[in-house]
């Protein structure tokens, strides 16, 4: 069993940053591979990043791509998130599971952090 808490969302305006963090408990984290996904309202969870269980693979959704930076260490998984525009708006969740940019291959996930980008 995984458990995932999120922080690190807010209010920023167009243009500024925000890093999210996601820290997961249970001793087999580093077996899992980690997922970012968000959901605006109106709309379905969509893939936003991943990164393999060694940190040594990520992927990004190209809405994101040059702007999002995925990383992990022993006990957390980041998301640096720069350059933010009003259409990153939206909860940003955390998952665990088999890396893919598919909702249906993470088995654990968090509560979700609001970040709302202001223009």
């Known amino acids: 069993q995984v458990r995932l808490v999120e922080s690190g969302g807010g209010l920023v305006q167009a243009g500024g940053s925000l890093r999210l963090s996601c820290a997961p408990s249970?001793?087999?984290?580093?077996?899992?591979?980690m997922g970012w996904f968000r959901q605006a309202p109106g709309k379905e969870r969509e893939f936003v990043a991943a990164?393999?269980?060694?940190?040594?693979n990520t992927y990004y959704a190209d809405s994101v791509k040059g702007r999002f930076t995925v990383s992990r260490d022993n006990a957390m998984v980041f998301l640096q998130m720069n350059s933010l525009q009003p259409e990153d708006t939206a909860v940003y969740y955390c998952a665990a599971g088999s890396v893919s940019d598919r909702a249906a291959q993470y088995d654990y996930w968090g509560q979700g952090t609001q970040v709302t980008v202001s223009s």
């Open positions: 990164i393999s269980g060694t940190g040594h």
């Open positions: 249970g001793r087999t984290f580093t077996m899992y591979s």
